[in-house]
């Protein structure tokens, strides 16, 4: 059973996911989804490659930046980046199923705090992401 909370966050994400041309061309698929938390995923494709074979590290980025976006959104008050950063751990290559899972360290007025692990299908992290963001006072939806 999920809570009204986690309801809303789901539907925040949907609303998110169908203006999210990037995200759709990422190819991501939404997991899961809970009050400041998302779980997502992609299949990595060839023309995301860079000129040393292996997956351009923008790729592991802006995976672990929606799901960033998704859980810090879905309370359906409007938040933007303030600071990001990632560590690369693994090099990714062309088929990897890669799995993005924000976590809420810090739920503030005016900012959250989101810890991201990206990992392969063979359960490899390979890469962490730290999000610090910004809430205004707008929200995504009407409900």
């Known amino acids: 059973m999920f809570s009204e909370k986690d309801k809303k966050a789901q539907k925040v994400v949907s ?3 169908e ?11 939404v997991l899961e989804i809970k009050e400041g938390y998302s779980k997502i995923k992609m299949t990595v494709r ?5 000129g040393f074979g292996i997956v351009h590290g923008g790729i592991a980025f802006s995976l672990a ?4 976006a998704f859980a810090c959104n879905n309370r359906n008050v409007l938040s ?3 600071d990001t950063s990632i560590n690369f751990i693994k090099p990714v290559h062309v088929a990897d199923i890669l799995i993005a899972e924000a976590k809420e360290i810090h739920n503030g007025k005016s900012t959250g705090l989101y810890h ?17 963001c910004y809430r205004t006072d707008k929200s995504l939806i009407t409900e």
Do not use: P, Y
């Open 19 to 29: 203006h999210d041309l990037f995200s759709q061309w990422l190819g991501i698929e």
């Open 65 to 68: 930046d929606s799901a960033f």
């Open 46 to 50: 060839n023309e995301m490659i860079n």
């Open 116 to 132: 991201i692990t990206i990992t392969n299908q063979k359960e490899h992290v390979i890469a962490q992401f730290k999000g610090l």
């Open 15 to 17: 609303h998110m996911m």
């Open 80 to 82: 933007v980046a303030l």
